[in-house]
């Protein structure tokens, strides 16, 4: 009887090659660095990874092997070295799987945001053309749609299973790893574009590998951590951060499907680092359950991706005896400086650059490094820096100067000891009549009035001045603020030109996922000055 598909999409003929491609590329001595270091040591490993919502434990060894299973369909789905995987998924044991099994198929694995709608998620199959689309089993229709006339294939994960995870099943539990260079690219990441369109930041083996090295190391993160994992796995943030240093530490991992206090203050004495966005914070403290006990056996808990106001911080303090590091990074760079894990974690700052990455400050206009204590740009160069924007050789080039360093358009000041603060975003900046503004500095003032929980200063358009400074407040629960009061403050702690010449007050900030705030939705909201 003729066969019924090709013979190199039977099980025997895949077999015969993984053996083929086994015995070629050990002959060879071929590596890829990623997944030597983060997976490869744990192969039969007996010890427990993953532990999951519903209970369930899934040790190193299995973990890995399932990583395996994932790589065969990758290549049966035609999957190639360098070729894109595209994964819209929830946060599950198989999705984590996927990752390293991309990774050991020398693909690259392009998770996105779970928010994003149909129309958003159509720019990204056209721009990243992936070989392989990996979604929600509930976004199925959406995405069989939006793939048509693609060359991508789709499959399904969910909860309850999927055709990827029934496919898995069926594979063989290991897969010889394929080999990648160490510049070879391992993820892109789109960034979460609050202007124009997302850019998708191309990160290599050694990117990522490099700083999940540096920051387990500057943690301290061994195998005898456990980590609660509460934050989504399609960001720098969750995947890479928290992920890779559990990985290259072997420590355990309390998988979360989502931040939930209950959930988090169930799990609090059981674990010993917590990795989070600050709201993560403002939230436990917010919680009167919350206590000093509960946290006696943590090690460590750090904040990063939007910054950690200097009262959280202490409040913190005052609650449970532990001071939060606050690091800093993002998507295009990984992490680039963090508080120190000996030493003075000091509020309102973001540390000192990582050992191997060069930071400097310069100036907007002349782009010369400024001295101490004055405002500029962060620059940053190193192994952590990413390869560019994924056909966007333009962007990259605006950004990414010739001499190595990128330009984060962060804006910070340094003192003469090397630790950096970040005043804001230089998209935020106001300038008004000719003054620069930095939100953050008046920021700072509101939040110190007494009921006034946070702030938000962004700037609208000005006939005269060309913009001018207005003031998202939230007031702590069951205050009225009086406005008056706020004003008469602002008067006698800010310069003239840095007064907000209007005050909005809200329940709450607008923030994306990862906890940031979008001033964008404010100006965009903004009703004007008159
Ligand atoms: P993302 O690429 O989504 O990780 O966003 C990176 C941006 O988040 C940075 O350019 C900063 O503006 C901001 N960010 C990250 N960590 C901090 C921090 N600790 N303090 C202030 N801003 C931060």
Sequence with gaps: MAPTSAPWHSETALDALTLLKTSFFGWLHVTNSLYDALFAPHERSERPFL????GHSISYGDFVARGAQMAQVLVSCGVGPGDRVL?????LADTLALYAGTVQAGAVYLPLNSAYTEAELAYFVENAEPKLIVCDAAQETEWQSLSRGTQASVLTLSEAGGTLSDWADAMPRSFATLPREDADLAALLYTSGTTGRSKGAMLS??????????????????????LLHALPIFHTHGLFVALNTALLAGAEVRLMKQFDVDLLLEELPGGTLLMGVPTFYTRLLADP????????????????SAPLLAETHAEFEARTGHRILERYGMTETNMITSNPYQGDRRAGTVGYPLPNVEVRITDLEEKKEVSAGEIGVIEVRGDNVFQGYWKMPEKTAEELRQDGFFITGDLATSEPDGRISIVGRAKDLIIAGGFNIYPKEVEDVLNGIDGISESAVYGVAHPDFGESVVAALVPEADKVPDLDEVEAIAREKLARFKHPRAYRVLTELPRNAMGKVQKNLLRDQDPGLK
């Design 205 to 226: 083996h050694r990117n990522l590998l490099s700083n999940a090295r540096t920051l387990t190391e500057l943690w301290h993160i061994t195998d005898a951590d456990r």
């Design 87 to 91: 994964v819209h998924a929830p946060k």
């Design 289 to 304: 359950r919350f206590t000093r006990d509960l946290t006696s056996a943590m090690r460590l808990f750090i904040s990063g």
């Design 51 to 54: 532990t999951l919502d519903n």
